[in-house]
């Protein structure tokens, strides 16, 4: 059975030509749609692997100008898969909502995913995101109050990130009951569900398939990236043979 699958992308990470290597092979691998991440400095939620690659990226001077320039290297290259851009709240912000959601949707983006936005108090991203023919994809989380979390489900949304776990990703994530019954919460206002935090294998994306629209997994192709970007045909032959792996059980 093939599965769907978002993988999470560093942009710039560890390189621009590396990391368009990496889509490449991603997409060979079965990838339906790639979230890009801006580089950040002080991310919120992402574990250690994306974290330093964030910190590698940045010290190269990278802005968010150059993410928007790879990201539209991709789509240049691969114009039918969609194209998230991940990022946060302050780099949206401070060029102006508008002008940021122009300029991504310029360079090929389909949607934001900006998880310390509150779906409900998101500074204008939705409205604009329709403006610009993009959707603005809020978080759920585990931690969210029952009440919060339906008033999420029933907002709207064409789709919903669901965070499989609280905390941090790239940690590993067992698919039990409860993450089920939270996936239910989530779509219960007919949205369609995209599932991460620490999915690094096919036994998971098995177990979430038939309650996600889409599986989600970052930290495992940031890792390998990590431990392999010396030697380029290995990296991508590991990168695409992961991919394949959680993408069909």
């Known amino acids: 059975m093939k599965i769907n699958l978002m993988s999470h992308l560093v942009a710039g990470y ?31 939620a992402d574990g250690p692997a994306i974290q330093r690659a964030c910190t590698e990226v940045l010290s190269r001077g990278y802005k968010t100008v150059d993410g928007l320039s790879f990201i539209s290297k991709i789509h240049s290259e ?29 360079a090929g983006v389909s949607g934001m995913i900006i998880p310390d936005l509150p779906f409900d108090h ?25 009440e919060r979390l339906l008033k999420l489900a029933h907002a ?4 919903i990130y669901a965070a499989l776990r609280a ?13 089920i019954d939270f996936l239910k919460k989530v779509g219960s206002g007919g949205s369609k569900i995209y599932g991460g935090f620490g999915i690094t294998n096919g036994e998971q994306s098995a177990a979430l398939a038939d309650s996600v629209e889409s599986v989600v997994a970052g930290s495992v192709f940031v890792r390998i990236i990590a431990e392999n970007q010396t030697n380029v045909e ?15 059980s």
């Open 14 to 44: 560890p390189t621009d030509d590396i990391a368009l290597e990496v889509a490449r092979a991603l997409v060979r691998g079965g990838t339906d749609s790639l979230e890009i991440q801006l580089p950040f400095s002080d991310p919120s």
């Open 167 to 179: 905390g941090i990703t790239g940690s590993k994530t067992t698919v039990d009951d409860h993450t």
């Open 234 to 248: 290995s990296l991508k032959q590991k990168i695409e043979a992961k991919a394949r792996e959680i993408t069909h």
């Open 78 to 106: 691969f114009p039918k898969t969609p194209l998230y851009l991940m990022s946060y709240g302050s780099l949206v912000y401070t060029p102006g909502v508008d002008a940021f959601c122009k300029r991504a949707s310029e």
């Open 122 to 146: 998101d500074e204008g991203l939705s409205a604009t995101c329709k403006k610009y023919g993009m959707q603005n994809i809020p978080v759920a989380a585990p931690s969210m109050a029952d």
């Open 156 to 159: 709207g949304f064409e789709r």
